[in-house]
């Protein structure tokens, strides 16, 4: 999991949470996840994200009373190289060597983290700095207004040269991207309920009135809930546009199983250059729904992967590993194009 998710959680939970945030923070070789890549260690044991396929967070989570009594932080070095991984009990086989941050998750820090968690609600992008000053790690917190918010110091010791005097590591934290359903049948509510999973922001967008009470309570079915962690929007496809406010980083699906307005939507929404747009359906409808209309790179009709998928599980399953390939594609060319703030 990367930091956005967890930082959402972090925004909505008012309470106090007992808990440390574990990251990456260097990577030698190949490893299961890479820089950057955060989890939070809850004292009751939960656990939300992963560092390792599970070799590393047993260890990892036996240090979490110490962190959490002492309130500083603590590097871990995990040397995974075939050679060495038999200390972890098994063969790993990850061939790399990863050093985890472990920090409490309160005081400054924990508010700090709280508002990057609002600010990525709000899409903003965020930019992340741990600066080690000599015997203090400092916080600051960047958001892509340059506006500049700091949180009180930790004192901490480190003997490793990751954490030279003066020397900043800073990770950017994007907002989750958001993902627009046009249509709130079963096969919608699988695919929302997948990419809930993997890191989307979810909007089921229709025409139609529903009683869907309040957000929390997903999509219903009789007295059955196909999807929770969905926001709704009801409205004309021009409507739910100009609402919504769908732009060049927003991802689409039109999958309403209704010819004109599944149409109405794709001829609204093709002209706005949004980074995805897929079409639910065969060929054959997708050639008549398209009919007299721009076929741009970024729209997929039909929508998914060609695994043969029968059904909304397997369909979800086709149309999220989709949704993972094009957001990989265009995580990378942020990269070329230098969006992403390197380590310094």
């Known amino acids: ?41 809850l004292a009751n044991g939960r ?22 009594e002492s309130g500083l932080p603590v590097l871990v070095n995990y040397n995974l190289r075939s050679e060495e991984d038999a200390i972890w009990g098994e063969a790993v086989g990850c061939g790399g060597e990863i050093k985890v941050l472990l920090e409490a998750a309160h005081g400054g820090l924990l508010r700090l983290l709280r508002e990057a968690g609002r600010r990525l609600q709000n899409g903003q992008t965020i930019a992340f700095s741990r600066r080690w000053d000599g015997d ?65 922001r979810v909007v089921i967008a229709d025409w139609r009135e529903r009683d869907y009470e309040d957000a929390g309570a997903g999509i219903r079915e009789g007295n059955v809930v196909l999807c929770m962690d969905a926001a709704f929007v009801i409205g004309t496809p021009q409507e739910i546009i100009d609402q919504l406010q769908l732009g060049m ?8 199983h209704h010819m004109r307005h599944d149409r109405e939507m794709l001829s609204r929404a093709i002209p706005l250059g949004l980074r995805y747009i897929g079409l639910l359906g065969s060929s054959s409808r997708a050639a008549k729904l398209l009919e007299g209309l721009d076929r741009s790179s970024n729209l997929y009709a039909p929508m998914g992967l060609p695994i043969h998928a029968e059904g909304p599980q397997e369909i979800a399953i086709s149309v999220v590993a989709q949704l993972i390939e094009v957001r990989a594609s265009a995580r990378q060319v942020g990269k070329r194009n230098g969006e992403e703030v390197m380590p310094r």
């Open 1 to 41: 999991m990367n930091m956005t998710p967890i930082l959402v959680k972090l925004a909505d939970h008012r309470s106090g949470i007992s808990a440390v945030l574990a990251t990456i923070i260097q990577v030698s070789g190949h490893s299961y996840r890479k820089e950057g890549a955060a989890m939070l260690l």
């Open 47 to 68: 656990r939300i994200g992963s560092l390792s396929p599970g070799c590393l967070e047993e260890d990892l989570h036996a240090r979490v009373v110490d962190v959490l």
């Open 136 to 200: 203090r790690m400092l916080y600051t917190l960047v958001n892509d207004d340059a506006i500049v918010i700091g949180s009180d110091d930790v004192a901490a010791q480190f003997e490793t040269d990751i954490w030279q005097v003066g020397r900043s590591i800073v990770f950017t934290w994007e907002p989750m991207p958001r993902l627009t359903l046009f249509g709130d049948g079963q096969d919608a509510a699988a695919i929302a309920k997948a990419a809930v999973e993997i890191g989307f």
């Open 249 to 256: 980083n927003d991802y689409l699906i039109v999958c309403s």
